[in-house]
């Protein structure tokens, strides 16, 4: 069984930044797609960014211009770039890979705040 292991969350506060970063706990053959999901507290799980092999990434209308995914295929590792950070991205945040499988990240809570 692939578990997806995220690092990099926090206590950050408004305007600061954050790396998240997401593995693959053994060599997966072929990730369609990669990405962020977040869950803030009383909200529906909402999609923060993708990446697919050879496309654009799609980003959310709310962290456009401030966030940045990006993906290692020989690390089987998506990374996700946070900046100008804003209390209302408080969540928890998951990474998700798509293999034909759907797998999920345990979830790293990210916190912003004065």
Do not use: H
């Amino acid at each position: 069984q692939v578990q997806l292991v995220e690092s990099g969350g926090g206590l950050v506060q408004p305007g600061g930044s954050l790396r998240l970063s997401c593995a693959a706990s053994r060599c997966i053959l072929s990730i369609v797609l990669m990405g962020w999901y977040r869950q803030a507290p009383g909200k529906q799980r909402e999609l923060v960014a993708v990446i697919s092999r050879g496309s654009s990434p799609v980003y959310a209308d709310s962290v456009k211009g401030r966030f940045t995914i990006s993906r290692d295929n020989a690390k089987n590792t998506v990374y996700l770039q946070m900046n100008s950070l804003r209390p209302e991205d408080t969540a928890v945040y998951y990474c998700y890979y798509n293999t034909g499988i759907e797998l999920w990240g345990q979830g790293t809570q990210d916190t912003v705040s004065s």
